[in-house]
């Protein structure tokens, strides 16, 4: 908005520049897009008194060193049967909690940001990395829709993103992810390769000694 006093720039109602790092073809890093990242802990402790945090095991036979549980519609889960998107949480037997409404948002309007308007994820999977845990190189293809991206939010203690190709072979880069910050990753690279290296010990103000991370998709 022009204010009278022509200081327009100072006072305008655009959105705030977002320190943004492109890692691929429809992959971006938005730098501590989320703001209200105490919030979000807050919530996620909430969500964890309902569905509680849980090591799953793969199909392998071998038992993540992450811990997870999901809010929304749907949440992804792995056995011995392999893994998948499920209604109820197999540990509670009940639905999982709801996605909170500042999640909704907050996945919204980075999706559209990356240039993926109309992203309405009903699945959020809840990561939750203590010292040593790490996630292999993957790939996410157990949602229905590749046609839309997927939302990473990072919380707490910092960790190194492996970002590789679309075959494993290739050597991944590697990206630091703090509090706040937030990766969308679709179009040409949502099948990219990706994971995070065994997470550093320390302290953090907001979840003490671990990192929380939101990943939401359009899966059903
Ligand atoms: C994590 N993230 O950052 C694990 N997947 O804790 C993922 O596996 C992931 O960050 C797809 C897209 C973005 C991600
Ligand atoms: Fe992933």
Redesign the pocket.
């Known amino acids: 908005m022009q204010s009278e006093t022509g200081m327009g720039d100072l006072f305008s109602e655009v959105t705030p520049e977002v320190e943004t790092e492109k890692l691929a073809d429809g992959a971006f890093l938005f730098r501590r897009f989320a703001e209200s990242a105490a919030s979000l802990v807050e919530l996620i402790w909430q969500i964890a008194q309902v569905s509680p945090f849980r090591h799953l095991v793969t199909p392998g036979g071998y038992r993540m060193s992450?811990a997870m549980t999901n809010c929304g519609l749907a949440g992804w889960t792995s056995d011995r049967q392999g893994y998948r998107y499920a209604k109820v949480d197999p540990e509670t037997g009940a639905a999982w909690p709801p996605m909170p409404l500042e999640f909704q948002r907050l996945a919204e309007t980075a999706a559209e940001r990356a240039g993926f308007p109309g992203f309405r994820p009903e699945c959020c999977l809840i990561?939750r990395?203590e010292p040593g845990a790490k996630?292999s190189l993957?790939q996410?293809r157990d949602e229905k829709h590749y046609e839309f991206p997927?939302v990473?939010v990072?919380l707490g203690l910092p960790?190194k993103?492996l970002f590789g190709g679309l075959v494993r072979s290739e050597r991944p880069r590697r990206f630091r992810?703090e509090n706040g910050d937030v990766?969308v990753?679709g179009g040409p690279s949502r099948l990219a390769f990706?994971?995070?290296d065994t997470l550093a010990d320390g302290e953090h103000p907001l979840t003490g000694r671990c990192r929380l991370?939101l990943?939401f998709r359009k899966a059903l």
């Open positions: 992450v990561n990395y996630l993957h996410d997927i990473s990072s960790a993103f992810l990766v990753w990706h994971g995070v991370n990943t």
